[in-house]
């Protein structure tokens, strides 16, 4: 059964700290893995990542993938109030009109 | 362009109602999409449509049913509502061949009592 799995589902911090968000997959026919950030309402896209090793960025957002060992992370840097959101992890098969969804990282960035 | 959007935003139901929700998207995309995200549990894929005429299951199906007349709209529709379809409900689009580039709309939060 295809899956993704987001880790950890929820994270506390302060502004100013680094974190890092893990999804790890299991797809067949992988074809791209994808961020989302969603806060009150629809999820708006971050990253797409096809190929391992090449790091996105972002302002103080990053992201690399990792095909080998099946996994992604997405780093933020010098987190502010408003990086306080839902991170959606998606992966997109090849051949598949669909995508797989993460159940999510629940970020909480407090003054 | 308005993008995705969708109607109602806010709907309550009693047990064994019915209802349709209308996710009508201006981007001339080929695919569209319903979701129903529930607290701590993602976005779980209900149904989805490759073309006007065509409908799929996705990982959710049971309860609901689609129609996808006109390429421009997508309805999501429960025939006897019960408390478990209390959800958030999105609806998404994107172009033919991109599954990945997915605009979504504002959600519908469903209570059913």
């Known amino acids: 059964e295809d899956k993704v799995v987001q880790s950890p589902l929820s994270l506390v911090v302060h502004e100013g700290d680094t974190v890092t968000l893990n999804c790890s997959y299991e797809?067949?026919?992988?074809?791209?893995l994808l961020w989302y950030k969603q806060e009150k309402k629809a999820p708006t896209f971050l990253f797409m990542l096809t190929s391992s090793g090449i790091e996105k960025k972002s302002g103080r957002l990053s992201s690399i993938l990792d095909k080998k060992e099946l996994f992604s992370i997405l780093n933020i840097t010098a987190t502010q109030t408003g990086d306080s959101a839902v991170y959606l992890c998606?992966?997109?098969?090849?051949?598949?009109?669909?995508?797989?969804f993460g159940k999510g990282t629940k970020l909480t960035v407090n003054p | 362009n308005a993008g995705v959007t969708q109607t109602p935003k806010f709907r309550v139901l009693k047990t064994g109602q019915s209802m349709t929700l209308l996710c009508a998207q201006d981007m001339n995309h080929e695919y569209m999409y319903w979701y129903r995200q529930d607290p701590g549990m993602g976005l779980r894929l209900i149904h989805y449509s490759v073309g006007e005429g065509t409908t799929a299951k996705g990982e959710v199906p049971d309860g609901y049913n689609v129609s996808r007349l006109k390429k421009q709209n997508f309805l999501l529709g429960l025939e006897s509502a019960a408390p478990s379809q209390t959800s958030v409900y999105f609806c998404?689009?994107?172009?033919?061949?991109?599954?990945?580039?997915?605009?979504f709309g504002p959600g519908t939060r469903l209570t059913v009592t």
């Open positions: 797809v067949t026919n992988f074809r791209s």
């Open positions: 998606a992966v997109e098969q090849g051949g598949s009109e669909k995508l797989v």
């Open positions: 998404a689009s994107s172009p033919v061949g991109s599954s990945y580039e997915q605009y």
